[in-house]
């Protein structure tokens, strides 16, 4: 997919688009960019516009003054402005959950539906946490690079052995033997990542109790009871927080992977619907 870079008054922003239709703004999650597709899964590019920017940290958008899920979001509703988008659906995925709800509170007249897919929705880690202090490591910036250059090869020879070390940081299901076309597409969506200055800074972020609290709009939240990177925590409290708000609750193979496996269909369905409405 090509990515552009949209020069904002508050700074230079990558994002890419495909499609036309129904303009649908992904915020991906943890070491993504705008070269996210998996989340695209089951779109119709005759009927819907799919905008994907890479958030501060992330592919070619530099962090500079945009740490904050609210800085991240002034700075998207400035890409909106560049686009001549008056009006969007908000599609927020994993750690781009924050953004995501930052970006419904503070800008009602641009956000006219929100989905947190396995989203986070509060503090995410604490700095006490073994993954955190693991993740400090592997995907400091200096390191990433290695990281994930390391990922890519193994992931080219060794598909099935990379997709089972993976699998469990994404599900609690019991293990069990992968389908081969589970593994292609799990593999075809870590061949983009880089971890860059962004995720670091995903996880040291937060948001206030009362900005979820403000958002207006129709919201989607669709979350897995095996989702071992986002706990359903996550989505209970959007739920509970989102005054206008549904939760689907999944008991898919892949947990955080929702868009992956045989069960894929009915969740992306039921988003689409919920976009359709």
Not at 21 to 37: D, Q
Not at 256 to 263: N, P, R, Y
Request: overall charge neutral; aromatic content about 10%.
């Amino acid at each position: 997919m090509d990515c552009k870079i949209a020069n904002t008054p508050l700074g230079d922003i990558e994002y890419s688009s495909i499609g036309k239709g129904m303009p649908i703004l992904f915020l991906h999650g943890g070491h993504s960019s705008c070269n996210e597709t998996l989340c695209h899964k089951g779109f119709n590019l005759e009927k819907f516009l799919l905008i994907n920017p890479s958030r501060p940290g992330y592919g070619k958008t530099p962090i500079n003054g945009n740490r904050t899920p609210k800085q991240a979001a002034e700075l998207i509703s400035e890409l909106l402005n560049n686009l001549s988008l008056d009006n969007v659906i908000v599609y927020g995925i994993s750690a781009g959950g924050l953004t995501a709800i930052e970006l419904a509170a503070n800008y009602p007249d641009k956000v006219s539906k929100l989905i947190l897919a396995s989203a986070i929705s509060k503090k995410w880690l604490n700095k006490n946490e073994k993954i955190y202090k693991t993740a400090q490591i592997i995907f400091n910036p200096k390191m990433e690079r290695i990281t994930w250059g390391m990922v890519t090869f193994f992931s080219k020879i060794l598909p099935k052995i990379i997709a089972n070390s993976f699998y469990p940081q994404f599900s609690t299901y019991p293990a069990h033997e992968l389908r081969r076309e589970d593994i292609e597409e799990l593999i075809s969506a870590i061949k983009h990542y880089r971890s860059k200055r962004g995720f670091l800074n995903d996880i040291d972020q937060d948001i206030s109790e009362d900005t979820i609290k403000k958002i207006e709009c129709p919201s989607l939240v669709i979350h897995s009871t095996y989702d071992n990177s986002v706990s359903f925590e996550h989505a209970i409290h959007s739920k509970e927080k989102i005054q206008n708000s549904r939760l689907v609750k999944l008991d898919n193979e892949w947990g955080h992977l929702f868009w992956i496996g045989k069960e894929s269909e009915k969740s992306i369905k039921v988003t689409i619907e919920f976009i359709e409405q």
